[in-house]
């Protein structure tokens, strides 16, 4: 009896460890400074339509996507400028400018399997090791770039790299998507409001 109730408590624990697993998606929100404000704060690139993404497997180094050298209009083949970097909860929210504590934010925790964690880990390793794309405007950015991975998860619906590019123009698109879905599988979603000196965009 009691061999069998070790074998269970050790199945148990291994059961629970599996259900564990997560990824965390965080949206800094695009922005402009209020009128009252715009000599204290400043443009930040896309306004309210630009914000930023980026996906943690919680160890507060958050895999996102930014652009390295000259901006690109259109989307080099080999001349990419463009780079995958993680940044800590800190530094991701204050990529933009301000004061990360007052930008407004949002955390989708989303389960996943253990062969989803490890084809992360896969994903991370290779794309910090070489940027897989052109960082563009006609192109890939942040929020097509955290679609591609989450597509590649089976999180989202995986498109084509052309169909990334049109569909997933801007972070948005891709969380509203997760706000669908962690509605109606009951992720955990934690949001909090930015300050008032600067008009955020909404969901």
């Known amino acids: 009896m009691f061999k069998y109730l070790v074998v269970f408590l050790v199945l148990s624990v291994k059961l629970q460890a599996q259900d564990s697993l997560f990824v965390k998606v965080h949206f800094l929100y695009g922005s402009k400074p209020q009128k009252a404000y715009k000599k204290t704060q400043s443009k930040w690139f896309g306004g309210k339509l630009g914000g930023h993404v980026g996906i943690e497997l919680d160890s507060n180094q958050i895999l996102n996507f930014i652009p ?12 990419r400028h463009s780079t995958y970097t993680t ?3 800190e530094d991701f929210y204050s990529i933009m400018g301000g004061n990360w504590q007052e ?9 996943i399997s253990q062969k989803q ?9 290779n794309y910090l090791t070489q940027t897989p ?3 563009a405007f006609l192109g ?11 597509g590649q998860l089976g999180i ?3 498109f084509s790299y052309r169909g ?7 972070p948005k698109i891709v969380r509203r998507k997760l706000l669908k879905k962690a509605q109606k599988q009951g992720w955990q979603i934690q949001k909090q409001e930015g300050t008032k000196e600067r008009k955020w965009e909404m969901d």
């Open 133 to 135: 794309y052109d960082y």
């Open 103 to 111: 930008n407004k934010k949002l955390i989708i925790k989303i389960p």
């Open 164 to 170: 990334t590019i049109f569909k997933v123009f801007y």
């Open 68 to 79: 390295k050298g000259k901006f690109h209009i259109i989307a080099h083949k080999k001349n």
């Open 117 to 125: 964690k490890e084809h992360f880990l896969c994903i991370q390793k």
């Open 140 to 150: 890939i950015r942040c929020g097509a770039a955290a679609h591609d991975i989450l």
């Open 156 to 158: 989202l619906k995986h």
């Open 87 to 89: 940044h800590n909860f």
